[in-house]
């Protein structure tokens, strides 16, 4: 009897109360409910990655082939390449860029944290990929594909292309060397969301996605204002010696306008007199007709107008792409009163924006 009694003491003493399995639990549900979601995004994140890894690969690993079969470059355009790399790619299906959508599974991919839509059937040609055209790089219209696997994909093909049998391929952990003739985008999941850039919309040797322009006026597609890297005399001189950027003769060793030139490709690349007074009755209340070398007072400036389409507040001035001499050009000048044109030195820190297609 007396060992019963010190065998159920030591059993009660061990024994858990209701209130301490409770709080056990409880401990146990919250580290459940901190941890898990976090096991589970890794998770995600990892097949997120192979996959993204896995389409780059396969890609590459096609490219390559080409490569080594007849070289990269020399195909007049993304169609003709298309048309070489599904003898490389198992393709399912293939759209030309007037029916990019048939090959992508949404209407519109979000380019920004902000929600900004863009319209995937708008992704004409490598500049819609945020692709620069100049003297090593010619982005061709885009076609949409559909691999095997069903990744969809809009690519363009750069002409300028110079990859040859003769040169080696490098590759970085997910692709080759030889994918660097075309700018992409892909969907890695579908039409699964959140249908956004960067998210499961990936850029593969693309800038991105969406327009150029900071702003259209008039049917024009203005990029965003930035202030020029100046060029030397000498650097001048071997663009109009090119015959590439319109450009007919040069003065000074720290040539503003001609750099502006420079990273816009083209004088023509650089807006008008009459395409900057565009720009003023936009940005002034009434919208007042502005004509090309017409200054303008007692206007009525809206805070937050300039700002809204990239031009810092509240004086700003934009070079212009007409009228020029060897050591001159022409800028307009925007206020909160008034706008006007001036003739200038070419080494006058001015910002420029380029026109875009």
């Known amino acids: 009897m007396l060992e019963y009694k010190i065998m159920k003491e030591k059993i009660t003493q061990n024994a858990f109360t209701l209130s301490e399995v409770l709080i056990t639990l409880g401990i146990i549900g919250v580290v459940a409910a901190i941890t898990l979601p976090i096991l589970i995004t890794n998770i995600q994140d990892r097949v997120k990655s192979a996959r993204i890894q896995n389409i780059k690969q396969k890609f590459s690993k096609a490219t390559d082939k080409m490569l080594s079969v007849s070289g990269l470059n020399g195909y007049a355009s993304t169609e003709a390449f298309v048309?070489?790399?599904?003898?490389?790619?198992?393709?399912?299906?293939?759209?030309?860029?007037?029916?990019?959508?048939?090959?992508?599974?949404?209407e519109k991919v979000i380019i920004d944290d902000d929600g900004k839509e863009w319209e995937i059937s708008k992704t004409k040609t490598g500049k819609q990929l945020k692709m620069k055209n100049d003297d090593s790089h010619d982005w061709d219209n885009t076609m949409g594909i559909i691999t095997a696997d069903g990744t969809a994909m809009i690519l363009s093909y750069n002409k300028k292309c110079d990859i040859d049998t003769n040169n080696p391929?490098?590759?970085?952990?997910?692709?080759?060397?030889?994918?660097?003739?075309?700018?992409a985008v892909f969907d890695w999941n579908g039409a699964k969301k959140p249908n956004q850039l960067s998210k499961d919309v990936i850029a593969f040797n693309a800038g991105g996605l969406g327009s150029g322009c900071a702003f259209e006026l008039g049917g024009k597609c203005f990029g965003a204002p930035f202030i020029p890297t100046p060029v030397t005399k000498a650097e001048c001189n071997k663009m109009v010696a090119s015959n590439k950027y319109g450009i007919t003769s040069c003065y000074y060793n720290n040539d503003y306008w001609a750099g502006a030139v420079k990273q816009c490709g083209h004088v023509n690349n650089l807006p008008?007199?009459?395409?900057?007074?565009?720009?003023?009755?936009?940005?002034?209340?009434?919208?007042?007709?502005?004509?090309?070398?017409?200054?303008?007072?007692?206007?009525?400036?809206?805070?937050?107008?300039?700002?809204?389409?990239?031009?810092?507040?509240?004086?700003?001035?934009?070079?212009?792409?007409?009228?020029?001499?060897?050591?001159?050009?022409?800028?307009?000048?925007?206020?909160?009163?008034?706008?006007?044109?001036?003739l200038t030195s070419r080494n006058a820190i001015i910002d420029a924006m380029c026109l875009n297609d």
Not at 172 to 180: E, F, H, K, Q
Not at 290 to 304: D, H, I, M, R
């Open 169 to 183: 391929v490098a590759w970085s952990a997910d692709s080759s060397s030889s994918s660097g003739c075309v700018a």
């Open 272 to 342: 008008t007199l009459s395409e900057l007074g565009q720009v003023a009755s936009a940005i002034y209340e009434g919208n007042p007709s502005t004509s090309a070398k017409q200054y303008v007072n007692n206007l009525t400036y809206k805070s937050g107008t300039a700002s809204s389409l990239g031009f810092p507040e509240p004086y700003f001035a934009i070079w212009a792409g007409d009228d020029v001499n060897d050591s001159g050009a022409y800028y307009r000048q925007f206020s909160l009163v008034y706008t006007g044109v001036t």
């Open 83 to 106: 048309t070489e790399l599904q003898h490389h790619l198992k393709l399912a299906k293939i759209c030309d860029n007037s029916h990019l959508q048939e090959c992508w599974p949404t």
